[in-house]
């Protein structure tokens, strides 16, 4: 494997071809939703649009719009750590092993 930086760009590029994506916000992600719009109700269910590397600012990325009618036309930009994917896309693993490998190299917080 290359370095971090071109595999998450690998990553990314092959995760592409696979949108859009139907996934859900994780609870973090959720609770920041909520409370940004001040819309306790807004449900989990989201779609990728576009997956992209931002390097030193957050590893991988997604624009996704909420499949929820009080959310619609608005896009929205979050680290793929706060959105569950579709377990049954093989590629999923793939993006658990790069997280995995992502927070050994980012050491604690």
Do not use: W
């Amino acid at each position: 494997m290359g370095s971090p930086k071109n595999h998450a760009e690998d990553l990314a590029d092959r995760l592409r071809l696979y949108l859009p994506l139907a996934a859900h916000a994780k609870p973090v992600l959720l609770a920041t939703l909520r409370s940004q719009f001040a819309c306790p109700r807004v449900g989990p269910r989201l779609r990728v649009t576009n997956v992209f590397h931002a390097e030193e600012a957050g590893g991988l990325m997604c624009y996704f719009s909420l499949l929820d009618p009080l959310m619609t036309g608005k896009l929205f930009v979050a680290p793929i750590a706060q959105i569950a994917l579709d377990k049954t896309l093989s590629i999923v693993r793939e993006v658990a092993a790069y997280q995995i490998c992502d927070a050994a190299l980012s050491g604690p917080n």
